[in-house]
């Protein structure tokens, strides 16, 4: 697609993408990048997988099987940092990559040669974290979570992770930027703040959390570095630091980074759901507060991580009910789900069979959160499988599901191709039950008392454990599928419309499928017919 | 492209804030403990001894228990004489420390303090401890080391137990700096 504008002088904007490799490492294009982003994605999603199964085997019985504790340990660190900034976090960058300048009636983002390198640091900085299994003294084993004094008795690794973290950072924040810029100077005129699609919203306030803390995590792990290597104390005792403050700052980044693997889900949710229940979203300004709420919200409760290290009560108290306040506005964001397919002509297609499961599934993380905030209760809990339990219900089937769920209901856009139903619904139900199977149990060993992070048990947790890992072994290889789907429906298939599904509103349904390399290059009207938060027009 | 530039510079400004304002953490961290005794840490309120002049309450009888612990690794014993007082706030108390370097070389330690409940952290005052500065052993010396503190009366009358921590740690590397 190359119609010419007389007056566009930017001549490079007419080529398509370049032959050969270098179209990928040169590109600055939101769809290339969108997609290296997507393929990124997915392969850390697997390496984080393999290790999470090495995990799920050792815990398949009592006893120590095939692994030693301290290569345990490493697996269970590198899982959660493979999965958070590798599987998760590229997962939704790359989605807005694709679809945040289509859904805006933008060309492209703001700053694509940023782009570029936001994303191309990403590979780097997981070689190098990578790199850490094979460095003496194993890699990093103290918890995704980095506490010192443990953290600074790693091997070689610590300085490799650190500077691993740096660079994920640094793509984090560009990428962010970037997305500002993008949605603030960028939309099509009409397109209002109040009439963008809930996933420019979410990625917006997503966008803002990482400008503010990204920054923050970095100065937590370079103080790391300097007591290590540079002789401060600002987490050592014996210099007059305090090991209990790192567990302050790194919370302050690490309860909003919660938030940032799931607004954008709670985005994609909120574009899939009107779409399949033909209807316009319920209550789409209350959807745009709740997630401010949420962000605002995400600042003030970072405490509630560290009940158990001794706090004054009145300081367990806010933190409790700060906590507890952070239901409000996701009941009000469920709740506006369910109202949405009320009486709504609903099918299930993929896409939407992944969102249903979202807002099953994701409930019972929330649940089990409010569970956990409740102090006396957490200081049971704390460090207990049922901890892993919630944070895999709302980092699993919700986060992971709605990117799944956004694969399935963009891929048609992407590709000009619908993918497989038949397939995508087999991946749906194996996914589902699995996950279910995986983590459930989880529950009953956590309040059973089995705590988290070992890779030997007590005899009494053996059943719930053996039925855990033939889930995650079930929920693993069922991603195979979503792979054979995906690649299948890039290679052919039944040709798909531009408007791809028959409630599809918004922008990007308004240009042809397979989306042109160059989409929206003169900035389109916004027709009331495709702004997704315009009143029912009919009850 | 302007209008970027300038959205680009004020969220590069913002980033750059929030990068210091981790720092920053570490000060307000410090400011805040000290004021809320949270953490326990504001335990050491150092006073000269001729300054204090509560009066003092001999129907009250407080309880302060010791507990001395040395970090892992760190080959040195450290033991209170009393790990239990009973004592009437307002007057002054001595409690003698006993530690000893076991090692074979010189080494410098630091005891790092602590208490609970971090309510009747503003109420204990210390005229005298080990805690204040780091403390050079050299190779097998043994030391007592007094630890002389006065309990405010206004104490809030529900607290009757005060639990003193001390952890020694090792502080050889950061005393060479």
Partial sequence: MSEAHAHDHHDDHHHGPEPGIMRWIKTTNHKDLGTLYMWFSFTMFMIG????????????????????????????????????????????????????????????????????????????????????????????????????????????????????????????????????????????????????????????????????????????????????????????????????????????????????????????????????????????????????????????????HMFTVGMPVAAELFFMFATMLIAVPTGVKVFNWVATMWKGSMSFE????????????????????????????????????????????????????????????????????????KLGKLHFWLSTIFVNVTFFPQHFSGLAGMPRRIPDYATQFAEFNMISSIGAFGFGFSQLILLFVVIKCIRGGQPATGRVWEGARGLEWSIPSPAPYHSFETPPDVPDSEVTSAQEQHA | MKKHAKTVSLLGVATVAMFGFGFALVPLYEVLCNITGLNGRSDSIVTAADEIDYQLDPDRLVTVQFLTDVNSGMPWDFSARQTSIQVNPGKLNTVVFDATNRSGQDMVGQAVPSMRPSEAAGYLRKTECFCFTQQPFEAGEQRQMPMRFVIDPELPARVDTISLSYTFFDATSIAAN
């Fill in chain 1, 49 to 304: 997988g393999m290790m999470a199964l090495v995990i799920r085997a050792e815990l398949f019985q009592p006893g120590l099987q095939f692994v030693d504790p301290g290569f345990f340990n490493s697996m269970t660190t590198m899982h959660a940092l493979v999965m958070i900034f590798g599987g998760v976090m590229p997962g939704f960058v790359g989605l807005a990559n694709w679809m945040v300048p289509m859904m805006i009636g933008a060309s492209d983002l703001a700053l694509p040669r940023i782009n570029n390198w936001g994303f191309w640091i990403l590979p780097f900085a997981f070689t190098l974290l990578l790199s850490t299994l094979f460095v003496d003294g194993g890699a990093p084993a103290a918890g995704w979570t980095m506490y010192p004094p443990l953290v600074l008795q790693s091997g070689d690794s610590l300085p490799l992770l650190i500077f691993a973290v740096h660079m994920m950072g640094v793509s984090s924040i560009t990428g962010a930027i970037n997305i500002v810029v993008t949605i603030l100077n960028m939309r099509a005129p009409g397109m209002t703040l109040l009439k963008m699609p809930l996933f420019v919203w979410t990625w917006l306030i997503t966008a803002y959390l990482l400008i503010a803390v990204m920054p923050v995590l970095a100065g937590a792990v370079t103080m790391l570095l300097t007591d290590r290597y540079f002789g401060t104390s600002f987490f050592s005792a014996a210099g007059g630091g305090d090991p209990v403050m790192f567990q302050h700052i790194f919370w302050f980044f690490g309860h909003p980074e919660v938030y940032i693997m799931i607004l954008p889900a709670f985005g994609i949710i909120s574009m899939i759901i009107p779409v399949f229940a033909r209807k316009t979203l319920f209550g789409y300004d209350s959807m745009v507060y709740a997630t401010a709420s949420i962000a605002f919200l995400s600042f003030i409760v970072w405490a509630h």
């Fill in chain 1, 350 to 421: 993929t896409p939407m069979l992944f969102a249903l499961a979202f807002v099953f599934l994701f409930t019972i993380g929330g649940f089990s959160g409010l569970m956990l905030a409740i102090v006396p209760a957490d200081f049971q809990y704390h460090d207990s499988y049922f901890v892993v339990a919630h944070f895999h219900y709302v980092l699993v089937p919700g986060a992971v599901f709605s990117i799944m769920a956004g694969v399935y209901f963009w891929l048609p856009k992407w590709t000009g191709h619908m993918y497989d139903e």
